[in-house]
């Protein structure tokens, strides 16, 4: 099992970039495929960006392809959203998720949820 703690969320206005952060709990971090989602208020749950065990397969949704990039450290337990030329219909609770992997991909569905990290653009 993996614990999620996602942080780097915040009030930024359009045009800004802000870094996500998740950090992973356990020694095989880098045995599990990560993405990260988000949901505004009101709307269903949505897929961002995704990244295989070892960062060499990514996933990205139109809505963050140009903008966003997802990465890994697998010796810090940690992977990131970089987030760049935000926009207002960014703003919303950003979570980060992990599946089990044996192989070198990244997937739809996944097991570990963190709580999530706000992320705010004004206009």
């Known amino acids: 099992q993996v614990q999620l703690v996602e942080s780097g969320g915040g009030l930024v206005q359009a045009g800004d970039s802000l870094r996500l952060s998740c950090a992973a709990s356990?020694?095989?971090?880098?045995?599990?495929?990560m993405g990260w989602f988000r949901q505004a208020p009101g709307k269903e749950r949505e897929s961002v960006a995704a990244i295989s065990r070892s960062g060499s397969n990514t996933y990205y949704a139109d809505s963050a392809k140009g903008r966003f990039t997802i990465s890994r450290d697998n010796a810090k337990n940690t992977v990131y959203l970089q987030m760049n030329s935000l926009k207002p219909e960014d703003t919303a609770v950003y979570h980060c998720?992990?599946?089990?992997?044996?192989?070198?991909?990244?997937?739809?569905?996944?097991?570990?949820w963190g709580q999530g990290t706000q992320v705010t653009v004004s206009s």
């Open positions: 998720a992990a599946r089990p992997s044996y192989s070198d991909r990244y997937y739809t569905t996944y097991d570990y």
């Open positions: 356990g020694r095989t971090f880098s045995a599990y495929a």
